[in-house]
């Protein structure tokens, strides 16, 4: 019994410990991304190691223009835009090919419109857009 109620204090502590670590984060990466929000939203290369530095925590910036982060960073209204430019170069393609299209094909389109998208260039065999 003296074992197991230090047992369960140590696991009381380590537990809000960890809460207070991750609320202190959260703190710090919001004053992050609006200090950094242009940067966020037009660098492509930026915003993928911003992404990278949120994957760890559990928190995906990117998943509603609504909540928080959309808000903050207004990225939801990219994403919008873009899902909303690629549907118009499937539909435009329909004739052709059922509206299906390969990535690759969609982004050469939009590149060729000069759209206000930029593309992460990719000395890979990618060929996905980097938001």
Request: net charge positive; aromatic share 8%.
């Amino acid at each position: 019994p003296k074992f197991t109620k230090k047992a369960e204090e140590i696991k009381a502590v380590t537990l809000s410990s960890a809460i207070e670590t991750v609320e202190k984060l959260e703190v710090k990466l919001s004053e992050f991304a609006k200090k950094h929000r242009k940067e966020i939203q037009h660098d492509p290369a930026f915003r993928k190691k911003f992404l990278e530095m949120c994957a760890p925590l559990g928190v995906d910036p990117l998943s509603s223009e609504k909540g928080f982060w959309g808000s903050m960073l207004g990225i939801g209204e990219f994403y919008y835009e873009l899902a909303v430019k690629v549907a118009e170069v499937c539909l435009a393609s329909k004739t052709r090919n059922g509206g299906i299209i390969s990535i690759k094909e969609v982004r050469h389109i939009l590149q060729k419109r000069g759209t206000k998208f930029k593309f992460a260039s990719s000395s890979s065999s990618s060929s996905s857009a980097d938001p």
